[in-house]
Protein backbone atom coordinates (compact mmCIF):
# COMPACT_ATOMS: atom_id res chain seq x y z
CA UNK A 1 0.00 0.00 0.00
CA UNK A 2 1.38 3.72 -1.15
CA UNK A 3 0.64 6.48 0.67
CA UNK A 4 0.97 9.92 -0.82
CA UNK A 5 2.02 12.75 1.16
CA UNK A 6 0.82 16.40 0.27
CA UNK A 7 3.27 19.16 -0.64
CA UNK A 8 2.22 20.67 2.78
CA UNK A 9 3.48 17.03 4.85
CA UNK A 10 6.66 16.95 2.61
CA UNK A 11 7.67 20.41 3.86
CA UNK A 12 7.08 19.31 7.23
CA UNK A 13 9.35 16.37 7.34
CA UNK A 14 12.22 18.00 5.56
CA UNK A 15 12.14 20.74 7.96
CA UNK A 16 12.15 17.97 10.98
CA UNK A 17 15.17 16.19 8.93
CA UNK A 18 16.97 19.45 8.94
CA UNK A 19 16.47 19.98 12.75
CA UNK A 20 17.83 16.48 13.59
CA UNK A 21 21.04 16.56 11.46
CA UNK A 22 22.01 20.36 12.11
CA UNK A 23 24.64 19.46 15.27
CA UNK A 24 23.84 22.50 18.19
CA UNK A 25 25.91 25.28 18.42
CA UNK A 26 28.96 24.60 20.35
CA UNK A 27 29.76 27.02 23.74
CA UNK A 28 31.91 29.94 23.24
CA UNK A 29 35.04 29.09 24.31
CA UNK A 30 36.18 30.45 27.33
CA UNK A 31 40.09 30.55 25.87
CA UNK A 32 39.55 34.34 25.14
CA UNK A 33 38.53 35.58 28.32
CA UNK A 34 41.15 33.25 29.86
CA UNK A 35 43.68 35.09 27.69
CA UNK A 36 42.36 38.43 28.28
CA UNK A 37 41.60 37.85 31.97
CA UNK A 38 44.39 40.57 34.12
CA UNK A 39 46.40 39.37 37.05
CA UNK A 40 47.70 41.27 40.41
CA UNK A 41 50.78 40.82 41.34
CA UNK A 42 53.26 42.69 44.30
CA UNK A 43 56.62 44.16 44.01
CA UNK A 44 57.40 44.22 47.94
CA UNK A 45 58.42 46.77 49.85
CA UNK A 46 62.76 46.43 49.75
CA UNK A 47 62.57 45.22 46.21
CA UNK A 48 65.93 46.84 44.95
CA UNK A 49 66.08 48.68 42.38
CA UNK A 50 69.34 50.79 39.97
CA UNK A 51 68.51 54.20 39.23
CA UNK A 52 70.33 57.08 37.31
CA UNK A 53 70.76 60.31 37.87
CA UNK A 54 69.20 62.75 34.59
CA UNK A 55 71.08 65.78 35.63
CA UNK A 56 74.16 67.50 37.62
CA UNK A 57 73.86 68.62 40.45
CA UNK A 58 76.80 70.29 42.98
CA UNK A 59 76.79 71.39 46.04
CA UNK A 60 78.07 75.42 44.67
CA UNK A 61 74.43 75.36 43.45
CA UNK A 62 71.84 73.19 44.73
CA UNK A 63 69.80 73.99 47.80
CA UNK A 64 67.31 72.31 50.43
CA UNK A 65 64.28 70.92 48.67
CA UNK A 66 65.55 71.15 44.95
CA UNK A 67 64.08 68.36 42.61
CA UNK A 68 65.93 66.67 40.48
CA UNK A 69 65.74 63.71 37.81
CA UNK A 70 66.19 60.26 37.98
CA UNK A 71 65.07 57.20 35.96
CA UNK A 72 64.98 53.70 36.31
CA UNK A 73 68.77 52.31 35.26
CA UNK A 74 67.45 48.41 34.63
CA UNK A 75 64.00 46.70 33.78
CA UNK A 76 62.20 45.83 37.49
CA UNK A 77 61.44 42.28 36.93
CA UNK A 78 58.79 39.97 39.05
CA UNK A 79 57.77 36.31 38.57
CA UNK A 80 59.92 36.40 35.13
CA UNK A 81 58.39 39.23 33.43
CA UNK A 82 59.39 42.83 32.96
CA UNK A 83 56.83 44.92 35.87
CA UNK A 84 58.54 48.04 35.52
CA UNK A 85 60.71 49.01 32.16
CA UNK A 86 63.92 50.73 32.12
CA UNK A 87 63.87 54.43 31.80
CA UNK A 88 60.76 54.84 33.99
CA UNK A 89 60.84 58.47 35.51
CA UNK A 90 60.93 59.71 38.89
CA UNK A 91 62.05 62.39 41.15
CA UNK A 92 64.57 63.07 43.56
CA UNK A 93 65.55 65.59 45.92
CA UNK A 94 68.43 67.74 47.79
CA UNK A 95 68.14 67.02 51.56
CA UNK A 96 71.05 69.25 52.60
CA UNK A 97 73.30 71.52 50.46
CA UNK A 98 76.51 73.65 51.53
CA UNK A 99 79.12 75.67 49.37
CA UNK A 100 81.02 75.35 52.76
CA UNK A 101 82.39 72.97 54.82
CA UNK A 102 83.92 72.54 58.09
CA UNK A 103 88.18 72.80 58.60
CA UNK A 104 88.39 75.47 55.45
CA UNK A 105 86.94 72.58 53.30
CA UNK A 106 84.11 73.09 50.64
CA UNK A 107 81.17 70.86 49.76
CA UNK A 108 78.20 68.94 51.70
CA UNK A 109 75.18 67.27 50.13
CA UNK A 110 72.53 65.16 50.69
CA UNK A 111 70.34 63.76 48.18
CA UNK A 112 68.26 61.21 47.91
CA UNK A 113 65.42 59.14 45.97
CA UNK A 114 61.55 60.21 46.82
CA UNK A 115 59.71 57.66 43.78
CA UNK A 116 59.14 56.71 40.55
CA UNK A 117 56.32 57.46 38.07
CA UNK A 118 54.55 54.63 36.62
CA UNK A 119 51.03 53.76 35.60
CA UNK A 120 50.15 57.40 36.83
CA UNK A 121 51.17 56.27 40.43
CA UNK A 122 54.45 56.79 42.75
CA UNK A 123 56.49 53.87 43.56
CA UNK A 124 58.26 55.16 46.99
CA UNK A 125 61.50 54.54 47.21
CA UNK A 126 64.20 54.67 50.26
CA UNK A 127 67.36 53.67 51.86
CA UNK A 128 69.29 55.70 48.58
CA UNK A 129 72.99 54.89 48.18
CA UNK A 130 75.36 57.46 46.48
CA UNK A 131 78.97 58.11 45.88
CA UNK A 132 79.48 62.03 45.79
CA UNK A 133 82.47 63.49 46.89
CA UNK A 134 85.56 65.77 45.61
CA UNK A 135 88.69 66.49 46.49
CA UNK A 136 90.18 62.13 46.85
CA UNK A 137 87.32 61.54 49.72
CA UNK A 138 85.60 59.05 46.89
CA UNK A 139 86.25 56.06 48.58
CA UNK A 140 85.98 57.04 52.30
CA UNK A 141 82.40 58.85 50.97
CA UNK A 142 81.24 55.76 49.70
CA UNK A 143 82.09 53.67 52.89
CA UNK A 144 80.41 56.54 55.06
CA UNK A 145 77.47 56.11 52.91
CA UNK A 146 76.59 52.46 53.27
CA UNK A 147 76.90 52.83 56.95
CA UNK A 148 75.00 55.79 57.01
CA UNK A 149 71.66 55.85 59.28
CA UNK A 150 70.11 58.52 57.06
CA UNK A 151 68.82 58.43 53.50
CA UNK A 152 70.70 60.29 51.21
CA UNK A 153 74.29 61.12 51.24
CA UNK A 154 77.08 63.33 53.28
CA UNK A 155 79.80 64.26 52.22
CA UNK A 156 82.98 66.94 52.33
CA UNK A 157 85.92 68.27 49.45
CA UNK A 158 86.99 71.01 47.64
CA UNK A 159 83.32 70.65 46.60
CA UNK A 160 80.58 67.65 45.84
CA UNK A 161 79.55 66.82 42.46
CA UNK A 162 76.70 64.19 41.35
CA UNK A 163 77.11 63.94 37.34
CA UNK A 164 74.65 63.42 35.02
CA UNK A 165 74.37 59.71 34.45
CA UNK A 166 75.46 58.44 37.58
CA UNK A 167 74.08 55.19 39.32
CA UNK A 168 72.82 54.82 42.53
CA UNK A 169 70.51 52.40 44.66
CA UNK A 170 67.09 52.48 46.13
CA UNK A 171 64.74 50.27 47.87
CA UNK A 172 61.33 50.24 47.61
CA UNK A 173 59.32 52.00 50.91
CA UNK A 174 56.87 49.87 50.65
CA UNK A 175 54.45 47.10 48.73
CA UNK A 176 53.32 48.24 45.31
CA UNK A 177 50.66 46.22 44.10
CA UNK A 178 50.26 46.04 40.22
CA UNK A 179 47.63 44.70 37.71
CA UNK A 180 49.70 43.37 34.46
CA UNK A 181 48.09 41.63 31.56
CA UNK A 182 49.15 37.69 31.33
CA UNK A 183 52.26 36.71 29.32
CA UNK A 184 52.24 35.60 25.88
CA UNK A 185 53.44 32.34 27.67
CA UNK A 186 50.61 31.89 29.74
CA UNK A 187 48.06 32.36 27.05
CA UNK A 188 50.03 29.77 25.18
CA UNK A 189 49.48 27.19 27.92
CA UNK A 190 46.33 28.03 28.47
CA UNK A 191 45.53 27.65 24.97
CA UNK A 192 47.09 24.46 25.12
CA UNK A 193 45.68 22.67 28.21
CA UNK A 194 42.10 23.52 26.71
CA UNK A 195 43.32 21.94 23.76
CA UNK A 196 44.10 18.85 25.82
CA UNK A 197 40.93 18.69 27.32
CA UNK A 198 38.67 18.80 24.22
Not at 50 to 76: E, H, M, V, Y
Not at 94 to 102: D, E, R
Not at 106 to 119: N, P, Q
Amino acid sequence: MHFRLSTCQRHLLLALALCVCTPAAADPSPVSAAVAANSTILIPAGTLVALRIDQNLSSKSAKRGDKFSISLANDLWVENRIVVPVGTKGLGEVVHASGKGFGGRAGELIVTARYLEHGGRQIRLGHFRLSAAGSNNATAALLATAAAPIVGVFVTGTSAYIGLGQLAQARLAEDFPLTVEPSSNTAARTVANQGENK
